[in-house]
């Protein structure tokens, strides 16, 4: 993290301007304020107006002798007049200037100049300086705020939690699609805060919290809103970072104004996104026993969900995508009650959702969108909202007014594997090479039993890095596999190494991805599946996050080393079994391979119907660059 430091010496380079701006305003503005109406002029010619008689007063000081007059003589018993020009002259040793205006009959010895008020010498003397420091403490407060991430003293205990009401969110269950069970979880709380008396007749406690999980983009936090929408209540949405901050006590005390403010505008619901940030269990390897500043405001989140009583209609909604690592204490029943699952769409839901996106843009009358959702396996509720946007952009791009199928189509590809990439542009042989590699992943799917049917394949590049690939979709909705299935997709994958090795004894950098994807497989399948008769029914990994991925191994280092080998040997095998697919349907290979070559796109019906007709084409091996024809 980059350190924030205070820019001292810029500090005191200010502070040096305010100081000599005061020194000039008192010895440079206040004089020339008062000296403004005086003129200069020689002791001479101060002698001639003396003896024309035209010197009304005069005032003699160490350094100069200060007298008005007036440019009429002076005449006995006449008033002075007010309109008397003041004049200075330098020190002369003169003896007898006391002689001199003693005969001219010119008052002396009184002040020339009549001193500013006492008020005025306050204020510009003392306050205007005064002023100046202030203003410049508050600016460079400011800027040094905004350069330590806007905090302020006064605001360091505020909960930040953004107020929504429902003529700003005016999202409703309307508005979330393929989340059927979650809604309906979610429906009781709607009705115990907008009929909370038919609850407490009976001494029913609604719940004084549910967890929200499931994988990221799934709709958790639009499902809060829309609960918030539907019962007409303040939502007070803030994530669970926003508690974390650098001075401690500080996360606790956004906690208390945030349950304040939620208590003084009850009925309403909070929701605190990604929890698992401050709900992290507590394990005690902090300083001082784990007592941290993330754990002193999970403790006062535990002790405020205690301490507000339920019926007042204060509901806590929290999301999360990684349940596993939240506190126990705060799961406990009491706190968050409920736990409501957000999981990714099913077939039907993925129809519901992309016609929940649809409206916004404007399609042609021909759209299938089941035909999109049974691509799209596996897609959150963002994704899918992506894919509509990107058909949409892909219809300006087009000169289109509307949407048309093609646009879905290709903007399920490219969420998958990224845009074409029109500027890189293959050579011959790579291309020759590309197309066998595809062909090859599409045939032996093709010559397996329980292997999904291909869709679509193509060897035109994208910006996700893939030159080519092959799409594969299953027929109906698929929740659980079994060890052959598992199986025919690692030699699918291989398939295309397979196609390199037989045509053109070679291996390339292509299968890179494919390796990964049989590899993961492989050993899901040997330490997490059972389906490795060395282990049987022992789990030697286990999903350290559900809905994130991720996997920790629990075994001693030779029990690794032999599901390594094993992993290695259930890759070989079936890698060797689709080189034998391939060699079996050798003519096929070089036929397919050819038409994709020339048409760089073919869709599923094509390739099973040339799969599927006599062959038409001799053997045409391609030779590699370098080679003879």
Known sequence: MKEVKTPRTRIAVYYGIVLVVMLLINWVLLPRLTMANVTDVAYSDFLTMLNDNKVRTVELTSNALMYTASDQPRVAGEAQPDDLAIYRTGPLSDPAIVERLEDAGVTFGTPVIKEASPLMNLLIGWLLPVALFVVLGQWLSRRMMQRMGGMNAMQLGKSNAKIYIESKTGITFA???????????????????????????????????????????????LLAKA????????FFSISGSEFVEMFVGM????????????????????FIDEIDTIGKRRDGTGIGGGNDEREQTLNQLLSEMDGFDGRKGVVILAATNRPEILDPALLRPGRFDRR???????MKGRIEILKVHIRKVKTAPNIDLASVARVAVGASGADLANIINEAALRAVREGRQVVEQSDLEESVETVIAGQEKKSRI???????????????HALVAAKQTNSAPVHKITIIPRTGGALGFTMQVEEDERFLVSKVELENKIATLTGGRAAEDVV???ATTGASNDIEQATRIARAMITRFGMAEDFGLVAMETESSQYLGSVIGNCSSETSAR????????????????????????????ELAQYLFERETITGEEFMSILSRPIALPDLRPALPGEGA
């Open 340 to 346: 409501i699952p957000v999981e990714l769409p099913d």
């Open 227 to 234: 609960v918030a929408g539907e019962a007409s209540v303040p």
């Open 563 to 590: 599901i390594d080998q094993l992993t290695i040997d259930l890759v070989r095998e079936q890698f060797e079994r689709a080189k034998q697919l391939l060699r079996d349907n050798m003519d096929k290979l070089h």
């Open 504 to 506: 053109f004894n070679t």
């Open 175 to 221: 508005d979330v699609a393929g989340q059927d069970e979650a809604k309906e979880a979610l429906n009781e709380i709607v009705d115990f805060l907008e009929h909370p008396d038919k609850y407490t007749k009976i001494g029913a406690v609604m719940p004084k919290g549910a967890l929200l999980v499931g994988p990221p983009g799934t709709g958790k936090t």
């Open 426 to 440: 293959l050579s011959e042989g790579e291309k020759k090479i590309v197309a066998y590699h595809e062909v090859g």
């Open 251 to 270: 996360g606790a005390a956004k906690v208390r104004d945030l349950f304040k403010q939620a208590e003084e505008k009850a009925p309403c619901i909070v």
